[in-house]
């Protein structure tokens, strides 16, 4: 068989591959897609009766109440304990009075500054989508309005983060290996 027709049989073999693959990629999305072009599902569908588009209400509960919402996994996967964690796990830390009360004051204050960066998160949210419902939304506000929710977002990250930190200078090096390994870490 010459060069020519070798490529040309490889070209239908791989057209009839990728023909095959969009086929059962049809076949398993077709129908989505079939139904959202006539209406019957809409991804999205009940969100826009939402205060703020962005947040549903748990997010809105979390964040008022000051809970981590997974912010500072980065300290927590990587060795650095959170006061939450290390006040529940106490009695298997051996913490001392003096530790446990150092946690408890260090969490208390947590909560509190992260409430308040969590009101600012809605705040900043509200405003963006208010943006787009009254129809406001032009690129310079967008600009602005996004920078706004970013930075409320990256200052509550930041604080739980720092939170992480200010324990670690709490425990000694077994308590946080014991901790690492209680979480399952």
């Known amino acids: 068989m010459q060069p020519v027709a070798r490529l040309s049989l490889l070209a239908l073999g791989f057209a009839g591959l990728s023909s095959l693959a969009s086929a059962q990629q049809h076949g398993a999305h077709g129908q989505h897609d079939q139904a959202t072009r006539h209406g019957q599902h809409a991804p999205y569908a009940g969100l826009q009766k939402r205060d703020i588009k962005a947040l549903s209400e748990q997010q809105i509960s979390d964040l008022r109440a000051g809970r981590g919402m997974s912010l500072a996994l980065p300290a927590e996967l990587n060795g650095y304990p959170g006061p939450a964690h290390v006040l529940e796990l106490a009695d298997q830390l051996q913490l001392s009075p003096e530790q446990r009360s150092k946690t408890q004051v ?20 509200r405003e963006l989508d208010r943006l787009f419902r009254d129809k406001r939304a032009v690129p310079e506000s967008l600009a602005s309005a996004t920078s706004k929710a970013a930075a409320a977002q990256g200052r509550l990250r930041e604080s739980h983060l720092g939170y992480h930190l200010a324990m670690m200078e709490m425990l000694t090096p077994e308590q946080v290996a014991q901790y690492n390994r209680l979480r399952g870490y």
């Open 106 to 125: 260090l969490f208390d204050k947590m909560q509190q500054e992260a409430r308040a960066l969590g009101e600012e998160v809605i705040i900043a949210e």
